[in-house]
């Protein structure tokens, strides 16, 4: 059974995503994620330099929930910023502490080690890795791994989900709905930094998988970005990240999980989606292309 956990990568609005957030919506959002039985929550330090932290830690605190009740992941890429998380986050301890983005050059034990030693984390995880580069880290008790859990991106998704079973390595997804991309708003390249991902140099491509998402939809009555959700409910993760904006957005999301796909139409979705990311560079080995 797939976990669901609120994302807050858009509440701080950074690195050319979300910059129209409005703090009000996001503040609606966390309260109806706890109204709705919501308890997990994800964030990170890089997001909006900590504000996304500061502000899920306030609103946490005006609710009548025993710290054992929630699951708190965050995100860090400095040791140095762990304990400004944990007092950004109003906590004295966070259930999971993931290493966000690995440097591929450069052997990241060190890090890792001393995320183990930190007083106030009961997990460490890392993000953004593929398998190749989790095999040089067995050494290294990892409890979750985060990666992308979406129709723009399952390159070695099957792989890594066999590896992390075997190891019993948990697996945490996210952006089910492709930074909004699936929903069927931006069948064009939206105006940020969305617009480099590497789909929309494939317009034949993802519009196929787009107008199938619209034909399921229309046939099960509900919106695209439930159909993609589904299809991410689906791929057995231990958790998956929903990142609404709103608080309409997230109620929406939280009904993905009553529709039901038939073994044909996921088929049909993965086809359309491996169609699309045969367009992406080989040596690719994340959406967003990314390296530090």
């Known amino acids: 059974m797939t976990r669901l956990a609120l994302g807050t990568w858009a509440f701080g609005g950074n690195f050319g995503f979300w910059a129209d957030q409005k703090r009000k919506d996001s503040l609606k959002t966390i309260h109806q994620a706890v109204r709705s039985g919501v308890l997990e929550f994800d964030t990170a330090s890089a997001y909006a330099n900590g504000q996304s932290e500061q502000l899920l830690g ?16 965050t995100k860090t890429m400095s040791l140095q910023d762990v304990k400004k998380s944990l007092h950004r986050l109003c906590m004295t301890y966070v259930d999971l502490l993931y290493l966000h983005w690995p440097n591929s050059k450069k052997d990241c034990h060190p890090i890792l080690d001393g995320m183990r030693k930190v007083e106030g984390i009961r997990n460490i995880g890392i993000c953004n890795v593929n398998q190749a580069y989790l095999q040089t880290l067995e050494d290294i008790p990892l409890s979750y791994i985060q990666i992308p859990c979406t129709l723009l991106w399952t390159r070695g998704l099957k792989e890594l989900k066999e590896y992390c079973k075997g190891k019993g390595i948990k697996l945490s997804g996210y952006s089910p709905v492709g930074m909004g991309i699936l929903s069927g708003r931006h069948n064009t390249p939206p105006k940020d930094s969305r617009s480099t991902l590497y789909c929309y140099k494939a317009p034949k491509e993802l519009q196929a998988l787009l107008a199938y998402l619209q034909e399921l939809s229309l046939t099960k009555k509900c919106s695209q970005s439930q159909i993609a959700i589904a299809w991410a409910l689906a791929q057995g993760f231990d958790q998956l990240v929903i990142g609404a904006r709103t608080k309409e957005q997230l109620l929406q999301d939280l009904q993905s999980g009553k529709i ?26 994340n959406l967003f292309g990314h390296r530090w």
Not at 58 to 73: A, D, G, N, T
Not at 260 to 285: N, R, V
């Open 260 to 285: 039901i796909l038939h073994e044909s139409e996921l088929t049909q979705l993965d086809m359309l989606s491996e169609t699309l990311q045969k367009t992406a560079p080989s040596e690719q080995d």
């Open 58 to 73: 306030q609103q946490l605190k005006r609710f009548p929930l025993e710290r054992s009740s929630l699951f708190i992941s």
